[in-house]
């Protein structure tokens, strides 16, 4: 038997499949050419807050939207393959990746596998045992300060040897509170195109 998640999902493509109608005929390279780097949380949607349409744009999301290299990984083929002129990393206020860092997650996992609670200052594991120490081995890639973590990502992806450096890459922080996308202007302007 379908979860009661798998049902609703399938149900809710059931719909979208029925007005799918011209959308059969999107190009598969992004018609407005640019692509975003976001977080994954879930209050989030990209296609709401930057206005896009399917086939309009790249959309590459982990949590925090940080340049990772898998990140930095797809912002290439977006460009190299799909012909993005134009890219974005926008992080958000009060985002998850500020509660932890990577030794508390380590530990929390070393301990446990299930998921973890949070009282609003520290996380705690309600089971114990089953745990893997293999989380000591990640890099989780955690923020102290928004401001800081994007511009570090703009620039960590506009010091790649793969970014062509005619791509100018925008820093904004999404706020939760009100929807609106703030511009960091430390780095956008470190992602400058030259
Ligand atoms: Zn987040």
Redesign the pocket.
């Known amino acids: 038997m379908a979860s009661q998640i798998v049902s609703e999902v399938t149900a809710a493509n059931d719909a979208y499949v029925a007005s799918f109608g011209k959308k059969s005929e999107l190009a598969l390279p992004p018609a407005r050419r640019f692509a975003i780097l976001t977080?994954?949380?879930a209050r989030l949607d990209p296609a709401k807050y930057a206005g896009l349409s399917e086939g309009d744009a790249h959309v590459i999301r982990n949590?925090?939207?940080r340049a990772s290299d898998d990140a930095i990984r797809s912002l290439i083929i977006s460009h190299k393959l799909l012909g993005t002129l134009e890219w974005f990393v926008i992080?958000?206020t009060n985002?998850?990746?500020e509660l932890f860092s990577d030794e508390i997650m380590a530990d929390l996992l070393d301990d446990s596998l299930a998921t973890a609670s949070f009282d609003g200052k520290n996380w705690s594991n309600p089971q114990h045992g089953g745990g893997c120490s293999g989380g000591h081995f990640i890099k989780w890639h955690t923020i102290k300060s928004q401001e800081e973590s994007v511009t570090q990502d703009v620039k960590r992806i506009r010091s790649h040897p793969l970014t062509p450096k005619n791509i100018p890459i925008y820093g904004y922080i999404y706020d939760v509170k009100t929807g609106k996308i703030n511009e960091v202007p430390e780095a956008t302007a470190a992602g400058r195109a030259a």
Do not use: E, K, L, V
Request: charged share 10%; proline share 0%; with cysteine.
């Open positions: 977080c994954m949380d949590a925090g939207g992080h958000h985002c998850g990746m």
